[in-house]
């Protein structure tokens, strides 16, 4: 597979903001699609925009229940694509738009894999923000997992609240979340769901960047993956997410 052609193609298309071209369904292995998704982060960061820094995604059972995965995955965040708790975004002008529920983690240290491990990564945490995840559902995740890495693992923005240094004696897997839609509670859930804490999230995005000669650099933030299911957006609707103890983030739809 020719990877440039690959990202440039699939580039086009999300410059225009469409779905997922049919005709490279089926055409791309993990490895490729990956390397796909990283040319892309070239292209933006040529364009003059900044990598943030990384999303894991499938992270909580309820998530790999939902797609039928059984792995982790990763995407990049962008500057761009940063949002304070509070935004109000226009409906019409995303794609099928999803909400997940998430630790913002800011790095403190480098991360260079493979052999990070639990100790060392926690210990490279400064900062922790609640966070939702926007996402795009360009594709059909299940019957396409590669073509949906390639394109960033429907990553489209992140909205975070007010940042908490990360102390010795904060325990991630206890924090809780609760979400509510227009006011009414929708879910419950604990940050064990991710991966059973959400620092082993962050072991295994430095160890898996590191497949692809990729350093996870100190100051970079890392959505480490939901603690819910993949919630569908909807037009007119408040989200408001609690996470204690680390605070509130809300994003609604217009």
């Not at 990283?38 to 995604?57: C, F, H, P």
């Not at 965040?77 to 509070?86: D, E, F, I, V």
Request: proline letters at 4%; charged letters at 20%; aromatic letters at 10%.
């Amino acid at each position: 597979m020719d990877i440039e052609y690959a990202a440039q193609a699939l580039w086009r298309e999300m410059k225009r903001k469409r779905y997922l071209p049919p005709e490279w369904v089926g055409k791309l292995t993990m490895v490729e699609a990956y390397a796909v998704q990283l040319a892309i982060l070239r292209k933006y960061v040529a364009e003059g925009d900044v990598q943030a820094g990384w999303k894991v995604g499938l992270t909580s059972n309820a998530m790999r229940a939902q797609q039928g995965i059984a792995e982790p995955c990763f995407g990049f965040l962008l500057r761009s694509g940063h949002l304070q708790s509070g935004v109000r975004l226009k409906f019409d002008e995303l794609i099928a738009p999803g909400i997940e529920n998430e630790l913002c983690l800011t790095l403190g240290e480098t991360l260079r894999g493979p052999g990070v491990t639990y100790d060392r990564a926690r210990s490279a945490i400064a900062s922790v923000e609640p966070a939702l995840e926007i996402a795009e559902v360009r594709g059909d995740f299940k019957a396409d997992m590669p073509l949906s890495m390639a394109d960033n693992a429907q990553q489209k923005a992140f909205v975070t609240g007010v940042p908490c240094a990360f102390g010795v004696d904060d325990a991630l897997d206890q924090a809780r979340v609760e979400v509510y839609f227009n006011g009414q509670q929708g879910a419950v859930a604990m940050g064990a769901e991710v991966m059973g804490n959400p620092v082993h999230s962050v072991v295994w995005l430095a160890n898996k960047l590191s497949e692809y000669g990729v350093v996870l650099e100190s100051g970079m933030r890392i959505m480490s993956g939901s603690f819910t299911q993949q919630f569908a957006a909807r037009r007119g609707e408040a989200v408001l997410s609690r996470f204690t103890p680390f605070g509130v983030v809300e994003v609604a739809f217009d």
